[in-house]
Structures are given as C-alpha cells and as structure tokens.
C-alpha cells in the first residue's frame, strides 16, 4: 500500500508563491521513482478534478496543464520520495484543493489512471 501526505497549501494574495510538497511512503514504494509517475491534481468547489501537472516514471519530461505551463513547477527528490509543485504568479483562478496522486503507468494526465491519492491541501489565492 502507498500513502501519499500533501502539505504546504494556504491563503496566498495574488502574484505570490507557494510550494506543496507530497511525501510518500508505503512497503511499495521503494525506489519509487523507478515505479511510479507522480501528478498534481486539483478541484475547484462545483468543478471537476484537473490535472496540473506531471512527473514520468523513471527518466523524461515533466508535463503541465496549459493553464499552468510557464507557472509551475514539479520536481522530485528521490532520497526524500517527495515531489513538489513549486507555484508561482498564483491567480485567484488556481484556488482549489491539491492533490497529489501516484501511477504505475509510465505517465498519465487522467486522473481514473491514476491508483494512489493523498487527502489534498487547500489552496486559496486571493485578489
């Protein structure tokens, strides 16, 4: 079993950074960037689930949501089996509950691909 802890959420103005990390942990998740892809996703209050962005299995490319892209960052730490979303010029737009979530699949931007959640961080950007 894999459990995954999202931290670093909270009230930011608009303009302003914030990074969330997500520890991991779990009998199976060792050497973890070999098996796992990891991604952010977030939800709005009365909207679907989104992807924001994305760390392949192994070696590759991150990947992001366009609304995003040029914003955010995610990056790994293997020796800390943490990933981190590092987010910047934050919009009132991005206010939502972050989550972040783990794939056997080499990557994936659908959330049903998706196998292992945390309980997600809430996000609120101000104007």
């Known amino acids: 079993q894999v459990q995954l802890v999202e931290s670093g959420g909270g009230l930011v103005q608009a303009g302003g950074s914030l990074r969330l990390s997500c520890v991991a942990s779990?009998?199976?998740?060792?050497?973890?960037?070999?098996?796992?892809?990891m991604g952010w996703f977030r939800q709005a209050p009365g909207k679907e689930r989104e992807f924001v962005a994305g760390i392949p299995r192994s070696s590759g490319s991150t990947y992001y949501a366009d609304s995003v892209k040029g914003r955010f960052t995610i990056s790994r730490d293997s020796a800390k089996n943490t990933v981190y979303l590092q987010m910047n010029s934050l919009k009132p737009e991005d206010t939502a509950v972050y989550y972040c979530a783990a794939t056997v699949r080499i990557s994936s931007t659908r959330a049903s691909e998706y196998d292992y959640w945390g309980q997600g961080t809430q996000v609120t950007v101000s104007s």
């Open positions: 779990g009998r199976t998740f060792s050497n973890y960037a070999s098996r796992y892809a």
